[in-house]
């Protein structure tokens, strides 16, 4: 079965940490994607990448920061977690323009 | 831009009642169009999809045909049940790009 691992599901923080998000997918996926789910927003895209050492900002990809070196891995980078970058992330991969798949996600916690 | 506009939620329905979560879109071309569901505490998965104007995705007792003329991919369930209750994801993918933009998401809840 095809699958989308997100390295913790529960994270605490504090604030100026450095955090590392990671995400590997077992499905040779050229796409992957990291968004952020929060009440009433819905989902938003931070960064995708289309191919490795390739990535594309999203729609808030401010203080965050990618990395993908390796086809089947993705990680998004906090670079001085905030209190406003609690949430609950996702990531998900895809071939082209077929159906995405997800990650259980991270609930992150920045304190 | 393309972007997703879904009904706003909750919803709370009594199981077998009908279900209908309204869903727009605005995009040039063709998009593909998708239905996610989110079940409690899970990550998203695909419901079902549709890849051109007057196709009808269907899964689970869910249905949903992409109308082109009134850019609409409405979810709808004849009879809910309490299993269903979920988080549900409007989204697509442009004809062009890889990219895939997502609604807000309706909470539905159904109760016995």
């Known amino acids: 079965d095809v699958k989308v691992t997100q390295s913790s599901r529960y994270l605490v923080k504090r604030t100026g940490e450095k955090v590392f998000l990671e995400c590997v997918q077992d499905?040779?996926?050229?796409?992957m994607f990291w968004y952020r789910q929060d009440p009433g927003l819905g989902l938003r895209l931070i960064y995708f990448?289309?191919?490795?050492?390739?990535?594309e900002k999203g729609d808030i990809p401010e203080g965050y920061s990618v990395s993908r070196e390796k086809k089947e891995r993705f990680s998004l980078i906090l670079e001085s977690a905030s209190t406003n970058q609690t949430s609950m992330y996702l990531c998900?991969?895809?071939?082209?323009?077929?159906?995405?798949?997800f990650g259980s996600g991270t609930q992150l916690s920045v304190l | 831009g393309d972007s997703v506009t879904q009904m706003e939620g909750p919803v709370t329905l009594s199981e077998e009642a009908c279900l209908t979560i309204?869903?727009?879109?605005?995009?040039?071309?063709?998009?593909?169009l998708f239905w996610y569901v989110q079940y409690p505490g899970e990550g998203l998965q695909l419901l079902l999809k549709a890849t051109k104007a007057d196709d009808k995705g269907s899964n689970k007792g869910f249905e949903a045909t992409y109308r082109k003329e009134t850019t609409s991919f409405h979810l709808e369930k004849g009879s809910v049940q309490v299993s269903d209750s979920a988080v549900y994801f409007c989204?697509?993918?442009?004809?062009?790009?890889?990219?895939?933009?997502f609604g807000t998401g309706t909470s539905l809840t159904v109760i016995p």
């Open positions: 989204a697509l993918t442009p004809n062009t790009g890889n990219q895939f933009y």
């Open positions: 990448s289309y191919d490795v050492k390739m990535k």
């Open positions: 499905m040779d996926h050229e796409n």
């Open positions: 309204n869903c727009t879109y605005t995009a040039t071309g063709y998009p593909s």
């Open positions: 998900a991969s895809s071939e082209r323009r077929e159906k995405l798949f």
